[in-house]
């Protein structure tokens, strides 16, 4: 009788297991405050769908925050939390935060107690913090994706907890434990590696596909710094290209440099940002050039994009080496933990950027190493290998599968 109970439990171990291998997966996602942490989820979150399109994922973040409004646009379910981030500062101001945190941890349990997800996947910002902590103390399993070089501080709490570290960029010094860590870069949409370059793209921007083309991007908010740098740069560069008259474009006319044999052309996304002087300048000395606030299909750009000049957050870097583009990074200065900066070091570090330090940035410094890279052959085609060699454009992919077997 003993001998058959226990055949029975055995059966019943092996039935629940079978049922736990077909039934649905359930996924939460968490972290948010900025696009820089919103789109790395949606991006696992399209990637597991690929997966499975039988999963069941779920987003929770901050009720007033951007990600309650592009969430819901990419057709998620999205679940509100009260949250908000600690002052740097220890002052009056922590008291009520310290309430809203713990409202936000409350509101946590209770949604992971009704969706009882397989796994909670945080992407960083400080609304992902109540969530995973809440999904520790269920005892479910989680797992972090980490964009920057330097972890944010939620992340650097959570990794003693998870079963994953996803990071973008190798770790020059151990900031997790390294038996949880994956060098598998940042989830960046497909279509970003996977649209060709085309004499039509060219012809759509009124650009000439014999010329290099300089992609300018501040960030999709632009940058006020990196777009006064080239207008000031404007009358340098003049000097690194030509204009011919059977190629003029929307830049007007030929350039009074047209013996010289080096030529560039611009397209730049200066956000909201005096777009105007922009193309006044690149007009004014004869530089191809196409000038938007924003480009929807960002993809057409980076195909056509022979060098990129940019800030360095951890999604534009990943951009950026998934497509081996060699880059001259601007980083920005006063980022949270100066991410920008250590991002933009570790790619110049293999190879594939030239850093210029925004404080002592001039016009014609950029000339210059613009026109090195552009001249330069083999320069050129060093930092083109190197950035390819760092760039991870299955990331999503490698991510979403690892998340899998986690379940």
Not at 13 to 19: C, I, L, R, T
Not at 54 to 79: C, K, M, W, Y
Not at 258 to 281: C, E, L, Y
Request: aromatic content about 8%.
């Amino acid at each position: 009788m003993k001998n058959e109970n226990t055949r029975s439990n055995g059966q019943v171990v092996q039935v629940k297991n079978k049922d736990r291998e077909n039934r649905t997966k359930k996924y939460v996602l968490a972290g948010g405050g900025t696009g820089g942490h919103i789109y790395p989820a949606i991006g696992i979150a399209q990637a597991l769908q690929r997966l499975d399109s039988q999963v069941d994922v779920v987003f929770i973040g901050g009720s007033n925050r951007l990600e309650a409004t592009i969430i819901p646009q990419h057709d998620f379910q999205f679940l509100p939390i009260t949250v908000e981030g600690f002052p740097r500062n220890l002052t009056w101001k922590w008291f009520p935060v310290i309430i809203k945190v713990c409202i936000g941890l409350m509101q946590s349990l209770k949604y992971l107690k009704q969706i009882k997800p397989d796994v909670v996947i945080g992407t960083g910002g400080y609304v992902s913090g109540p969530v995973l902590f809440a999904a520790w103390l269920l005892d479910i399993p989680i797992a972090i994706q980490e964009q920057n070089v330097s972890p944010g501080l939620t992340n650097s709490i959570l990794a003693r907890w998870a079963k994953s570290a996803y990071l973008a960029l190798p770790q020059e010094t151990p900031r997790f434990p390294e038996h949880i860590v994956q060098v598998t870069g940042n989830p960046i949409r497909p279509g970003i590696t996977e649209f060709a370059r085309d004499e039509n793209t060219y012809s759509k921007y009124k650009l000439c596909p014999d010329r290099k083309t300089v992609f300018v991007m501040g960030g999709s908010q632009g940058s006020q710094t990196v777009n006064d740098v080239l207008i000031n740069a404007a009358p340098f560069i003049a000097e690194y290209s030509c204009t011919h008259n059977s190629e003029s474009n929307i830049a007007g006319g030929e350039s009074k440099n047209s013996s010289k044999t080096i030529r560039i052309q611009i397209i730049h996304q200066t956000g909201k940002i005096n777009g105007d002087a922009v193309h006044a300048a690149y007009a004014e000395h004869g530089i191809p050039h196409h000038v938007q606030p924003f480009f929807d299909k960002v993809e057409e750009i980076y195909s056509i994009a022979d060098i990129m000049i940019c800030r360095a957050g951890g999604m534009t870097v990943s951009e950026v080496t998934a497509c081996g583009i060699p880059a001259i990074f601007i980083p920005l200065p006063a980022a949270v933990g100066n991410n920008q900066v250590d991002n933009a070091e570790s790619v110049a570090k293999a190879g594939a950027a030239v850093v210029l330090q925004q404080e002592v940035l001039t016009a014609e410094i950029l000339a210059d190493n613009l026109y090195h890279i552009v001249t330069d052959q083999d320069t050129y085609s060093k930092m083109k290998s190197a950035s390819k060699k760092l760039g991870h454009p299955s990331a999503s992919q490698a991510i979403a599968e690892s998340i899998y077997k986690l379940a």
